[in-house]
C-alpha cells in the first residue's frame, strides 16, 4: 500500500516476495528511496506468520549446541 502526500511523494510502501519452501521475504521504505529495510517473516507449524526478523548487517549472531 502506498500514501501520498500533498506533494504526491509516495511516504511508505510494503511489499512481501512469497516462494514455495521458502520464508517470505518483505521490504518496506519510509520517506526516501534509500531507506530500504529487507525482513524475514517466520511462521509457525500451522504457517502462521508470528515472528519478523530484519534483515541488516551488524547484528550479533549466537551459536548454540545441544
Do not use: F, I, K, W
Not at 519510509?30 to 524475514?40: G, K, P, Q
Request: cysteine-free.
Amino acid at each position: 500500500m502506498t500514501r501520498r502526500s500533498s506533494s504526491a511523494m509516495p511516504r511508505r510502501a510494503s511489499r512481501a516476495y512469497a516462494h514455495a519452501g521458502a520464508p517470505t521475504v518483505g521490504r518496506t521504505n519510509s520517506y526516501s528511496s534509500t531507506a530500504h529495510r529487507l525482513y524475514v517473516l517466520l511462521t509457525d507449524p500451522v504457517g502462521t506468520a508470528t515472528t519478523s526478523v530484519e534483515l541488516a548487517t551488524g547484528q550479533a549472531v549466537t551459536r548454540r549446541s545441544l
